[in-house]
């Protein structure tokens, strides 16, 4: 996605595109900064999923959080499910092909976009690939979750 800015000078009065390294000159350091923490933000989650680590997990994220599920969206209070019971049900043992972008960053909010991401059994054949959309707000304890949608296909 490329941002679209309106440039209005003597010479230009038409829609100029910049590319994310351009627009983060007009953005000024904390774009680069803030785009850091929120990566930063989502390996410590990531961490504490793989872990199973349900307190580390609910650190990271402002309550109630939105989920985006199918048909609906729901607030929850707490982590909807047990990372250690799923990973139990599916077989699952590791992830790998993660495609993680902050495709947009703000000094208060972030969106970040998993795009890919392959689920794996212990023997390595695959169970599914999941993509998932994450909104960050920033808070006095760093950048936390406040809304998240995950699409699961199985293999």
Known sequence: IRPLLRVRTAQVSKP???????????QGDSYMRNRSEVLAAYHAYL??????????IHAKFVWPCAFIMDKETVMFDKFPFSPLEMKARKNWATSTSFEIDVIA????KAHLVLRNCDR????????ENATAFY????TSDGWKIF????IEFPA
């Open 105 to 108: 960053v703000s000094d208060s």
């Open 16 to 26: 100029v595109r910049f590319n994310r390294r351009q627009l983060s000159v007009f």
């Open 135 to 138: 909104a960050f707000t920033k």
């Open 120 to 127: 794996l059994r212990p023997d390595g054949s695959l169970i």
């Open 47 to 56: 961490d504490a999923f793989v872990a199973s680590d349900e307190d580390a």
């Open 147 to 150: 809304a998240m949608s995950a």
